[in-house]
Structures are given as structure tokens and as C-alpha cells.
């Protein structure tokens, strides 16, 4: 069973060893296509949307608006491949008559009634990366199987009866479809639908549907979709974006948008819709080796054989060799282990020594990227010091500097005063000597 529960949207499913049934809902809401999953034994599944189309009138007759629920019911059926489903839509459809004047008209009740079934056909087998010890590359690489697709057949009953005249089709019809999906990631898938409908009756109908789904989160999912329909007279297509969130394990809302294209018209498709599961599943008893793997033909053992049933088990058992090769690790128990061996639904395995490599080597490889985490962070430590001296001695080399030219602009100016002084020390003697001059030639006017 799964040990992570995440978003499921339009059927991107995780499986167990041997069952379809997932711990949290599968809907094929609030897309169009289908999985070729089913929902597993013992669960009984509702899928209901509100939806409302609005697009423009083309001559000479359309229907330009409707308005209704649509249902979808799923139950698993006798084995865990097989899914029994109807579908069907309750509707207000308003239809428009636009030749010369534009008129229209409005008719309640079912645009659609299908019974159904699918079988899971084919389910690839995709490489256990987690076991992959030796190669890191070949461990995170892409497996290039998976573009090799799950499939399923579908094979469908279209009740016109139920139905309008402008939805009827020529009463009761067959419905056959093959159903593929890829799983690129555990967060991204293909779902790839091709089904021939109306089969015998008024315009059969040739139709496609692409949806990729991912998962932002455990709780969130998003997809996006195109689908084409041909028939003789008209082919119509469109193209949509949803998102779906997960309440819980048994209940999923939702809702899309789309653009529908017809001839020269164009129109809008919007949804909301709820699925809700009534979950009554029981796992089957599954055996599995010290491995893991599930244990076929001879090496299956039964727990009700009887009493002279399990003395002849023992007996066989004193004549088989003994494998000498692969020693295994005793290891305690869980808590899931334990309760399931309680229950009886499933043998409690030891580990390998292979799970003890692989452990051994995650716990390496963690060591070494602590060691490199450690030393990246050394390293960048020592050039930020490195980078802090740097820039304090530039700081002290352009103090320095700065010191010298204030004491060099100090003397400059200091010599400029004494300079000053001097001349005015030599402008005074030359005044003073001038005026001793000038007296003197005075004084030797007055003798004369």
C-alpha cells in the first residue's frame, strides 16, 4: 500500500503490487478523459459537476446554451482490473434558430445516459531506480519505458430513449474506446483516450482527448486538456485548464474552463464539481519473499491447508535446498508490519543484505555532501576574512594618506606665513631705510 497520500486528479493513480485501489479518491473530474484504471474492488464512487456552456448561434440550428449536473458513478466489479460506470447529465439546453430571424426555444432532461465497463489489458513493469546502488546518474536518470502506456479497453451502451430529440442519436448505441496512460513522474502524467461512439446510429462519432495532469502539491493539482469530436456533418473541439484539491482521502473539488470551437462559432465551458467515494475495499492476501516480491506457483503458502495439508508442506520442505547464498539481517519490526501481520493479510519480510548496501550507501553519500557542505562553507568563510582584512587595511592605507597630505598642506602653509613675514619684515626695512634717506638728504638741504 502506499506510504504517501497525494493530490489524485483526472486518474493519475498510484498502485500496489497486485490492486488498482488507491488510499486517497481517483476522479476523472473535472476533465473529460479517463484512466485505464479502475477504482478496485468494493469502492462505490459519485462524480457530479455543475456546468453551464454559452456560445454564439450559427445558422441554421444550434444550441447555444445549456445549463446542468452531470453525473458519473463507479464501482468496482468482480476483479480489481474491472470497472462498471455510467454517465449521465441532467440539462437545460436553450436552442437557437437563426436563418432569416433569430428565434430560439428551451428543453429540460438528459443529454446523456451511458452504461459502461473498462478492463486493464496491459500494465507495464517500470525499473526500480531505489535499488540502483552502484551509478548516482543511473539512479536519477529517466526511464525511458515509461513512455510505454498502460491500457485499457473500454466498451460502452448509449441509452437514446432517455434522451432529447436533438441529443437521441438513434436510440440505443454502442460505444467502444481504448485508454492509455503514461506516468513520466510520481507528479506528472499523460492520459490519452480514443473512443468511437454512436456506433450503427445517427452520425457516429470519431473522438479524442489528451490531458496532462500534475501535482503541485499533496493537497493540489492542475491539468490542462484539448479533445476533438468528428462526425459527416461537423467536427468540434476545445480546449480547457482545471484545478482540483483534495479535502480528503474520500472527497475531491474542482473546477475547469474551457474554450469550445464549432464551425465559425466559439463558446465557453465552465464546471465545478464534487467526487466522493464510499470505500468498503478489502485488500487481498498478498505473499511476498524476503525480497519483496510477490511469491508465485510452489513457494505460495496457504494458511488453511489443514492439519495433514501443513504436516505435507513440512515433509516437501525437508527435501528442497536450501538457498546458502543472500544471508539475511534481522531487523525489528514496524509498527505497520505488525499490524498487518495481526490481521494475517501479509507475510512479515526481513531485509536484505541489499537493503543494508543501499542504506549503508545513502548514509555515505549524505557524509560526503556534509564533508563538501562543510568545506564550501569553510571555504567561504576564509574569503570573507580574507575579504574584511583587505578592505580594513585599504581603509587604514587611505587614513594614512589622508594624514600625511593634512600634515604636508601644514607645512605648505606654515612656510607661506613665515614667507608673508618675511616680506613684510623687508617691506619695513625698506620703508624705514627709505625714510632714514629722506631725512638725511633733509637735514644736508638745511646745512647748505
Known amino acids: ?41 468494493g469502492v462505490y464512487q459519485f462524480e ?35 470497472e462498471l460506470n455510467v454517465t449521465t447529465a441532467l440539462q437545460q439546453n436553450e436552442f437557437a434558430f437563426l436563418n ?15 452504461i459502461g465497463a473498462k478492463y486493464l489489458v496491459y500494465k507495464p513493469k517500470y525499473e526500480d531506480k531505489s535499488k540502483e546502488i552502484r551509478s548516482w546518474k543511473k539512479r536519477h536518470s529517466f526511464d525511458w519505458s515509461r513512455w510505454i502506456p498502460h491500457v485499457a479497453v473500454y466498451g460502452g451502451i448509449n441509452f437514446g430513449s432517455f434522451l432529447s430529440d436533438y441529443h437521441a442519436r438513434g436510440g440505443i448505441t454502442p460505444k467502444i474506446g481504448v485508454l492509455l496512460q503514461n506516468e513520466f513522474s510520481h507528479k506528472l502524467n ?24 500534475y501535482n503541485f502539491t499533496d493537497k493540489w493539482s492542475g491539468f490542462a486538456e484539448h479533445q476533438a469530436l468528428f462526425n459527416k456533418q461537423e467536427s468540434q473541439s476545445n480546449l480547457g485548464l482545471g484545478v482540483a484539491y483534495l479535502f480528503n482521502n474520500n472527497l475531491q473539488i474542482n473546477s475547469s474552463l474551457r474554450g469550445t470551437f464549432q464551425d465559425n462559432s466559439t463558446g465557453i465551458y465552465t464546471s465545478i464539481g464534487v467526487s466522493y467515494r464510499i470505500n468498503k475495499h478489502v485488500d487481498k492476501y498478498v505473499e511476498l519473499d524476503e525480497f519483496g516480491n510477490k511469491i508465485e506457483g510452489e513457494d505460495i503458502q496457504t494458511y488453511n491447508k489443514g492439519f495433514f495439508g501443513r504436516i505435507i508442506d513440512k515433509i516437501k520442505n525437508l527435501f528442497k535446498k536450501k538457498d546458502k547464498n543472500g544471508p539475511q539481517l534481522e531487523t525489528e519490526k514496524t509498527e505497520e508490519e505488525l499490524e498487518k501481520e495481526k490481521e494475517g493479510r501479509v507475510r512479515v519480510r526481513q531485509k536484505s543484505v541489499l537493503d543494508d548496501i543501499t542504506k549503508k550507501d545513502k548514509k555515505a553519500k549524505k557524509k560526503t555532501t ?12 576564509a574569503e570573507e576574512k580574507a575579504k574584511r582584512k583587505l578592505e580594513k587595511e585599504k581603509l587604514k592605507e587611505e587614513k594614512r594618506k589622508k594624514k600625511e597630505q593634512e600634515k604636508l598642506e601644514k607645512e605648505i602653509k606654515k612656510l607661506e606665513e613665515e614667507l608673508k613675514k618675511e616680506e613684510e619684515q623687508e617691506k619695513k626695512e625698506k620703508e624705514e631705510k ?12 638745511d646745512n647748505e
Open 1 to 41: 500500500m502506499m506510504k504517501k497520500k497525494f493530490s489524485v486528479l483526472l486518474l493519475f493513480l498510484c498502485t500496489t503490487i497486485t490492486a488498482q485501489y488507491t488510499e486517497v479518491i481517483n476522479s476523472n473530474k473535472p476533465g473529460f478523459s479517463e484512466s485505464p484504471y479502475s477504482v478496485g474492488t
Open 48 to 82: 457530479s459537476s455543475i456546468f453551464h456552456i454559452n456560445a454564439s448561434a450559427i445558422p441554421t440550428f444550434s444550441n447555444p446554451r445549456a445549463t446542468g449536473l452531470e453525473l458519473h458513478y463507479r464501482m468496482g466489479l468482480l476483479d480489481e482490473f474491472l
Open 100 to 114: 432569416v430571424f433569430e428565434s430560439s426555444r428551451s428543453e429540460f432532461g438528459f443529454g446523456q445516459f451511458t
Open 190 to 213: 499523460v492520459i490519452t483516450n480514443i473512443h468511437y461512439n454512436y456506433i450503427g446510429g445517427y452520425l457516429p462519432e470519431f473522438s479524442y482527448v489528451v490531458t496532462g495532469t
Open 370 to 381: 556534509k564533508e563538501k557542505e562543510k568545506a564550501a562553507k569553510k571555504k567561504k568563510k
Open 434 to 445: 627709505e625714510k632714514e634717506k629722506n631725512e638725511k638728504e633733509k637735514e644736508e638741504k
